[in-house]
């Protein structure tokens, strides 16, 4: 006769996304960044609607896009928080840690990606609804008035919590590819905020085209409810934002495997 044990400490998917999920919210800074993320895009979006004239300037404004226009500054807190996921374990050397405890080393990655892509994307999406029906309140009576039911409203109030989501993403890659708090920062401040408009301003029309693929415009053409002049296509903008957050999580992939920790 026979015995089978099991071994009570195996390393499996689930109790690696659910040390990951721990890791996640029982550090401070998560809290603090999440937090002052919802802050600024409810606090922008209820002084836009609060302001909101109809005989202003910003009558030709997207309804969705002025609601939610919070969401830029919002977006870089998740961003940091992103960066902070990955980069922050290198720097406390928590890391050596995380690939005892996962010798394969690949399935801390994709647990730290699929963890945070889950919480941000909730976390930004009730943010985002609650703010376009609080903003929603004040804009009643003006040129301005929505509603979820209406065409294309919902869509990119979801759009825009996907682009914040996946813009975060390509920020946990970039931290997890250069290992540095700072490195991870300056990489995504000048590299994805940065380049597209210094490009912009060279006059060729190649450039103008391959721009609105770049992840903060393909992010913005997600979150309008209305067709944005010169901007890429709802399907196209994901699907470029898609490819560049596989990426950006790729190149970590690549580099975990062939470097020590």
């Not at 050596?96 to 730290?112: D, F, I, Q, Y």
């Not at 919480?119 to 985002?128: D, E, G, P, R, Y």
Request: contains cysteine.
């Amino acid at each position: 006769m026979s015995t089978t044990t099991t071994n009570p400490y195996r390393v499996t998917p689930s109790r690696v996304l659910r040390s990951e999920w721990h890791k996640l919210w029982t550090v401070r800074s998560t809290w603090i960044t999440v937090l002052t993320s919802v802050a600024f895009l409810l606090g922008v979006g209820i002084l836009m609607g609060a302001t909101y004239t109809s005989d202003g300037g910003d009558s030709d404004v997207d309804t969705v896009v002025l609601t939610l226009y919070g969401s830029q500054l919002g977006g870089i807190c998740l961003a940091v928080l992103g960066i902070l996921v990955t980069a922050g374990e290198y720097s406390t050397g928590m890391i050596r840690a995380s690939m005892t405890a996962v010798p394969r080393r690949l399935p801390v990655l994709w647990a730290k990606a699929t963890v945070f892509t889950a919480a941000v994307f909730t976390v930004s999406f009730v943010a985002a609804l609650v703010t376009f029906l609080t903003a929603q309140l004040f804009l009643s009576d003006t040129d301005q008035a929505a509603s979820l039911a209406d065409d294309g409203v919902l869509a990119a109030v979801v759009g825009n919590a996907a682009g914040v989501t996946l813009l975060s993403l390509v920020a946990l890659g970039l931290g997890a590819a250069l290992r540095s708090v700072p490195g991870g920062l300056g990489a995504f401040i000048g590299g994805v905020l940065i380049l597209p408009e210094v490009l912009g301003m060279l006059p060729y029309d190649a450039v103008d085209t391959a721009i609105r693929y770049f992840p903060t415009q393909a992010a913005g053409a997600l979150g309008s409810a209305d067709p944005m002049p010169g901007a890429a296509s709802p399907g196209g903008a994901l699907l470029a934002l898609c490819l560049w957050a596989a990426a950006a999580l790729v190149v970590p992939g690549i580099l975990l495997k062939r470097r020590d920790v």
